[in-house]
């Protein structure tokens, strides 16, 4: 026969934690309830400490703990007394005729395995550091839930207090608490088979002659941070979730101001961090629709550098910039503040924002500000998803040999003055940013014109320069722009006037080589004064004459930078 238990009162806990944050107040809140406490090893030791009557596990058990503790709590003993499903008669029976108390509670957390593996610490530590005990205790409890409660995480201590007062966990409450004792055993076993694979699986194939980057496991544990109004349309759903002992990126970037993030805001912040991030130098990347609008930086560093910096990426394209999102790679000053506040802007993300900045752009009531979390890097491996299976890849970090300009290869023109150079050397860095097929026009540190997304070099060329010679002229007063947005149909309806051509004496940058010289000669007549780009087309002799013809000069890199999102 099967009874139904709602609440079970509280009467004997098994305590076994390594983090001890709040165990005197647990222990001494569940004594105040009067439940008897059974526990391990230094967590016994401190819950004595704090006067809390405890039973150690070994008197419960008949043995002591052993080798150095990897055995302490397996014996049915404890383990019956966790599993036995108290709504079926034999199984109370049989702990009668065995002499075994249930318990109704189990608070237990694990050994810090991540930490340890982060610290460095040898393998013979790590392996140390793989729990036994703790997940067996956890996944019993948690598999019991029909009659016991089990807690992973010291934030819930508080709840355990007030359950143990008022009766015990009804059921709702302890298959929540079970599902989160699941998913901390799985991140848990997620992270040990992912180190052990990339450990010693890893070396086996080394020891066979084998090389190769990726583990033959690779596993990601996410936690959901926040369901999202929606996802790229209204008609999707979509949520924000977090990965465990992922590198702090953009899911753990703290809100500041405005209302929260949506699934676009995040795409679009991660591509402008991305772009913003690909520079030392004092940065700011405007994108929109997941490709940069503008990215400039600022030559010197100033006062008020990163504010130079976002005026030239706004210059590059005032019109798209209207709804775009900001990232920064230096703190917000007030310079950039006030530039901002007078443009419609999304998301500003950065890694601090100063006092009077932050006042500044707080008055704006439809602007995101966000601060990036402390230690904030890009993952060295990225991650995408196809139907049925997952793409990983090293992270195109802008560190190939050919991303040294002192690697370039003269193949046309002059040689660079310095001037020329480093602007070869901006572009070249800003072109990895916007989608493939990618040709970018710079000038000064800055971004002025940008062809992306494009099926064919070709047009990525016209779009480069027509964007040049159009789009940016707002930015000096010779053309007057406007740019209105429709709710509804998300239209941009742009007029312009008396544009600059920006394009001449401007330098370009090509993500990959032009496969014709029909491409660069596009450039070479809109006046661009220099190009770098990989080379090893077929037919590099034809595209070397065409820049020797119009004393072009041109540099080979020997690395691609296609960015296909």
């Not at 079926?88 to 318990?103: N, S, T």
């Not at 409450?173 to 076993?189: K, M, N, Q, V």
Request: charged letters at 20%; hydrophobic letters at 45%.
């Amino acid at each position: 026969m099967t009874i139904q238990l709602d609440r079970v009162p509280l009467k004997r806990a098994l305590i076994s934690v390594y983090d001890k944050t709040g165990l005197e107040e647990l222990a001494a809140g569940l004594h105040a309830a009067g439940v008897q406490i059974v526990s391990t090893g230094s967590t016994a030791q401190r819950i004595a400490g704090a006067g809390v009557p405890v039973t150690e596990v070994s008197e419960v058990t008949g043995f002591q703990e052993c080798l150095d503790g990897r055995v302490k709590t397996l014996h049915p003993m404890v383990h019956a007394g966790i599993l036995a499903d108290r709504r079926r008669e034999d199984h109370v029976a049989q702990l009668e005729q065995m002499d075994i108390q249930p318990f109704d509670l189990v608070v237990v957390n694990l050994y810090p395995f991540v930490d340890t593996v982060r610290s460095g610490a040898g393998q013979d530590e790590v392996v140390e550091q793989i729990d036994i005990g703790g997940p067996s205790m956890v996944r019993a409890a948690a598999k019991n839930h029909p009659s016991v409660a089990v807690v992973v995480d010291p934030g819930k201590y508080g709840d355990v207090v007030s359950a143990a007062q008022q009766g015990g966990f009804d059921l709702p409450a302890r298959r929540r608490l079970a599902a989160l004792a699941f998913a901390h055993t799985a991140a848990y076993d997620n992270a040990v088979a992912a180190w052990t694979a990339a450990q010693f699986e890893a070396e086996e194939e080394a020891g066979a002659g084998e090389v190769n980057l990726f583990p033959p496991y690779a596993g990601v544990t996410l936690q959901r941070a926040q369901t999202l109004r929606y996802g790229e349309n209204p008609h999707q759903s979509a949520a924000l979730y977090v990965e465990d002992g992922a590198t702090p990126g953009i899911a753990q970037a703290e809100l500041l101001h405005g209302k929260a993030m949506s699934y676009n805001n995040y795409a679009d912040a991660d591509a402008a961090l991305r772009a913003a991030y690909d520079f030392d130098q004092p940065a700011v990347a405007i994108v929109k629709h997941a490709n940069p609008c503008g990215v400039g930086v600022a030559v010197e560093s100033g006062e008020d550098a990163i504010g130079e910096a976002h005026r030239k990426a706004h210059d590059c394209d005032p019109v798209s910039a209207f709804g775009g999102v900001i990232a920064a790679n230096r703190e917000v000053t007030v310079g950039m503040a006030n530039t901002v506040q007078g443009i419609f802007t999304e998301v500003v993300i950065a890694p601090s924002f100063s006092a009077e900045a932050l006042e500044i752009l707080s008055a704006k009531k439809n602007i995101r500000l966000l601060r990036l979390p402390e230690g904030f890097a890009r993952d060295s491996v990225e991650y995408k998803q196809v139907s049925g299976g997952m793409l990983l890849q090293a992270r195109d970090a802008v560190d190939a040999a050919g991303d040294d300009p002192e690697t370039w290869t003269l193949a046309a023109g002059p040689a660079a003055d310095p001037e020329t150079l480093a602007d070869l050397a901006f572009a070249w860095r800003a072109v990895r940013a916007p989608k493939s097929n990618a040709v970018l026009l710079a000038s000064g540190g800055a971004t002025v014109g940008i062809g992306m997304g494009q099926v064919n070099r070709l047009d990525s060329c016209r779009l480069a320069v027509e964007r040049a010679n159009t789009l940016g002229a707002a930015s000096t007063g010779a053309q007057e722009v406007t740019a209105e947005i429709t709710t509804a149909g998300g239209a941009e309806n742009v007029s312009g006037t008396g544009a600059p051509e920006r394009a001449r004496g401007a330098v370009a940058a090509s993500d990959a080589f032009f496969p014709f010289a029909d491409g660069l000669q596009i450039l070479i007549d809109a006046g661009v004064r220099a190009v770098v780009q990989p080379g090893g087309s077929v037919r590099d002799e034809d595209v070397i004459a065409a820049a020797e013809a119009a004393g072009v000069t041109m540099y080979f890199t020997g690395a691609r930078h296609f960015f296909h999102g």
